[in-house]
């Protein structure tokens, strides 16, 4: 089973509101990822935790808090965003492979996405 | 050199023909090449995978040519379908981060 599942699908909030996105595996990967991707971009990498530690930033605002509470589990917490955040939110998942030289890359699951649009 | 250079941005195929994208990388740092296909409103799926030590993988359809000293790698679709549409990334990755290509556009024309 290679599945990422997410939830809502779609979500509309205007600037005031607070939501929340999750995601869950069952796979047994060790990485989880949230991404954001605008039409006809790739996606961009918003956070990564490993070992339900958050290990990157990518210097994201404060208004997206995300949170691992265990290792099947990814959310996502939104307060106070702007309409520029409207986009797909993308959840993915992969194995850590450990080598001599280092983490190594491995296959990335994505999840359906959570279509975001902000009034 | 952390980039992933993408070609062509868009590509029209007749049904039954060859697809071909690709992709170039400047960090020799990288050893793992997916490309994931991506219809509109859905997850980016992984399509095929490619490591390094390797110069040519194929599932199906689907064939990965990879060419370590001229640092890049292409994607060949053959006896294109219109099921096949849809936009197509190719990605590298140096630990477990992937850095995505800009993407093409595949359009199959029956």
């Known amino acids: 089973d290679t599945e990422v599942t997410q939830t809502p699908k779609h979500l509309v909030m205007g600037m005031t509101n607070k939501k929340s996105l999750k995601c869950e595996q069952h796979?047994?990967?060790?990485?989880m990822y949230w991404y954001k991707q605008k039409a006809k971009k790739p996606p961009e990498l918003m956070f990564v935790?490993?070992?339900?530690?958050?290990?990157i930033n990518e210097s994201v605002p404060s208004r997206f808090s995300p949170e691992c509470p265990n290792s099947s589990l990814l959310n996502l917490h939104l307060h106070a965003l702007q309409p520029e955040d409207s986009a797909l939110y993308l959840c993915?998942?992969?194995?850590?492979?450990?080598?001599?030289?280092?983490?190594?890359?491995?296959?990335?699951?994505f999840g359906p996405g959570t279509r975001l649009t902000v009034l | 050199q952390q980039q992933v250079k993408q070609s062509p941005q868009s590509l029209i195929v007749q049904k039954g023909g060859i697809s071909i994208i690709n992709c170039a990388y400047e960090?020799?740092?990288?050893?793992?090449f997916p490309w994931y296909q991506q219809f509109p409103g859905k997850g980016p799926a992984l399509l095929i995978a490619?490591?390094?030590d390797v110069s040519e993988k194929k599932e199906g359809r689907f064939t990965i040519s990879f060419n370590k000293s001229a640092k890049q790698f292409s994607l060949h679709i053959m006896d294109s379908q219109p099921g096949d549409s849809a936009t197509y990334f190719c990605?590298?990755?140096?630990?477990?981060?992937?850095?995505w290509g800009a993407g093409t556009k595949l359009i199959i024309k029956p």
């Open positions: 993915a998942s992969a194995r850590v492979l450990r080598t001599s030289g280092g983490p190594q890359g491995a296959t990335q699951y």
């Open positions: 796979m047994g990967h060790r990485a």
């Open positions: 935790y490993s070992y339900e530690k958050l290990s």
């Open positions: 960090n020799t740092a990288f050893d793992y």
């Open positions: 490619i490591r390094p």
């Open positions: 990605a590298a990755s140096p630990n477990y981060q992937l850095i």
